[in-house]
């Protein structure tokens, strides 16, 4: 418990976990409300799957763009953008919905806008977390604000269902629009007082780039997003259709507020009971998390009374939260600070992105055999992902996770500046035969430094008379971004280049860089030469000590 409640000791980042506190229990009454709304509007179990979906489904279109804005902008205001943007599409639901001009494609509209504002503020926040709290809070951090939403999840939805059957859902709408001005408070605050960061400038489409291609090229994290993907497909049919479930089973708005409720209960003890369980299932914890989850909602499906539903969604909700929390932290420890918006971005669409998917999935095969079947069919889906897919996928626990570290000491020498792009890069090494095996299996892990941290091309080439002596080329898309490049590199990418090195017979590979550029630009290539020639003398492209 000590482990779990750490980051709580940090000033900056308790003040946001409680204001979080209150707005997640706004995001919970507008929920309940809007696909309690839908339903009395339209009576389709389609419809509803489309307004679980709309808070989400922007993401599949902006996550790429919100995730680069993350980085190359102060994510704090950032943030505050983002929590205006979702107050006043709560605000517009509410009054209209008080006037009695509320339709389905309205209601439907202001979620997707609302969504909008979600879509820049999930990778903003998740990548913020580690700016408020040490590496090594992390993953407690993480399960901490997990335990922000589950006691929203666990006090919103009762609430909210209380709130619909008392004033109706207008009165929901409207104290979400007000919780958001708690986190824009704190946010404000932690600008003006917190250090603006550094960012990298580049344009959008190049930033956007990057972070696919760090995605693609660092195995762990691609696989987090896979694992991500498929349970997120599976997952959502357990919230997305619960108001047709819970009709089936003879219950009303309440009873739907209580079966929610359960769930965020369920969730707020997974929060805490995460280390526990993660130190004892280690590298198990997402394969039985995900399968007990599976089971649950296929459970769900069975049962046959409101009261065992509860206890259904007692467990899937405790198994949720082990499941994103340690899913969450893994991701969020695997990228580095450059790229940390981006990255979580692409977490951010593979899960949330494709909740809606998974939303509008569940309320298909619910109006076809029915929202018990929807939740076997896609628990059974589920379980499968948790003990069949997910041990094949090899996701290390949290606590063998190799998180990127940078030497601080490492030298960073001044250089010439130019301008143009892009910047072929090629190195030559001369390999002895008895090496060439051992060479050529670094050279993957070669490709895989340069690829995620900045070139867009790479090839390993072999002199046709003297097989030899062997060329790498990588291209990068500016003389800026060959120089972030240097910046992005790793100690362990450092520790593997330098490895390649060490197996060239001289022990020195030469590299040369050239520099596409306008024909009328001027440039000074005497002066580049002789500079860029030093920096790179004895380092093969890295910049060493």
């Known amino acids: 418990m000590a482990t779990t409640v750490a980051p709580l000791r940090i000033r900056r980042f308790r003040t946001l976990w409680v204001a979080s506190i209150f707005s997640n229990v706004g995001s919970f009454l507008q929920a309940v409300a809007a696909s309690w709304l839908m339903l009395e509007l339209t009576g389709s179990a389609t419809w509803v799957g489309l307004m679980a979906a709309s808070a989400t489904l922007p993401l599949l279109f902006l996550a790429l ?3 680069a804005v993350a980085d190359m902008f102060d994510r704090r205001w950032v943030l505050v953008a983002a929590q205006l943007l979702m107050g006043a599409s709560a605000a517009a639901m509410a009054v209209l919905t008080a006037l009695d001009r509320i339709t389905p494609g309205v209601l439907l509209t202001l979620g997707l806008l609302l969504g909008v504002g979600l879509a820049f503020n999930l990778p903003a926040w998740q990548a913020t977390v580690p700016d408020l709290v040490p590496r090594g809070m992390v993953a407690s951090a993480v399960a901490l604000n997990s335990v922000a939403f589950n006691v929203a999840r666990a006090v919103g939805p009762a609430l909210g269902g209380l709130i619909i059957v008392v004033s109706g859902p207008e009165l929901a709408f409207a104290l979400n629009a007000f919780s958001y ?25 190049n930033a956007i780039a990057l972070g696919i291609r760090f995605a693609r090229f660092t195995p762990q994290f691609r696989r987090v997003l896979n694992l991500a993907a498929m349970f997120a497909l599976t997952s959502a049919v357990v919230q ?64 046959g009374s409101v009261a065992m539903a509860i206890l259904t969604l007692l467990i899937a909700g405790a198994a949720w939260v082990w499941t994103l929390a ?40 619910a109006d076809r055999i029915g929202a018990d079947g929807a939740n076997i069919v896609l628990g059974l889906g589920a379980a499968v992902v948790g003990l069949v897919i997910a041990p094949m996928l090899r996701i290390p ?7 990127p570290e940078f030497d601080e000491d490492r030298d960073h020498p001044e250089h010439v500046d130019t301008v143009g792009g892009p910047v072929l890069i090629t190195t030559d090494w001369e390999i002895d035969h008895e090496h060439m095996d051992e060479f050529l299996q670094v050279m993957q892990e070669v490709r895989l430094v340069r690829l995620r ?29 060959h120089m972030a490049q240097h910046r992005r590199i790793d100690d362990a990418g450092a520790a593997i280049l330098l490895k390649a090195r060490s197996l060239d017979a001289n022990g020195r590979p030469t590299t040369t860089h050239r520099v596409a550029v306008d024909v009328e630009h001027s440039e000074n290539w005497e002066e580049l030469h002789a500079a860029h020639e030093e920096y790179h003398r004895s380092d093969g492209s890295i910049p060493l000590r």
Request: charged share 15%; aromatic share 8%.
């Open 453 to 481: 941290t900045g070139a867009y091309r790479w090839r390993l080439y072999r002199d046709a008379s003297e097989p030899h002596r062997l060329s790498e080329l990588f291209l990068t898309v500016s003389w800026a971004e």
């Open 397 to 403: 626990a949290l606590d063998e996770v190799e998180a």
């Open 326 to 365: 340690t899913m969450n932290a893994t991701a969020q420890l695997l990228s580095p600070e450059w790229v940390r918006g981006r990255a979580m971005s692409l977490y951010t669409l593979s899960f949330v992105g494709l909740l809606p998917l998974g939303s509008i999935l569940a309320g298909w095969i």
């Open 65 to 67: 763009a919100a995730g």
């Open 240 to 303: 997305a259709i619960l108001p047709n479930r819970t009709e089936e089973l003879g219950g009303d708005a309440g009873a739907y507020g209580l079966l929610l409720g359960a769930m965020g209960l369920g969730a707020l003890f997974g929060g805490f009971s995460r280390q526990f369980v993660t130190e004892r299932l280690g590298g198990a914890t997402l394969p039985i998390a995900i399968g007990v989850f599976g089971l649950a909602g296929t459970a769900l499906g069975i049962v």
């Open 181 to 205: 001005l708690g986190v824009i408070t704190v946010l404000i605050a932690l600008a003006r007082v917190m250090p603006t960061p550094d960012r990298e400038e580049t344009s959008m489409v």
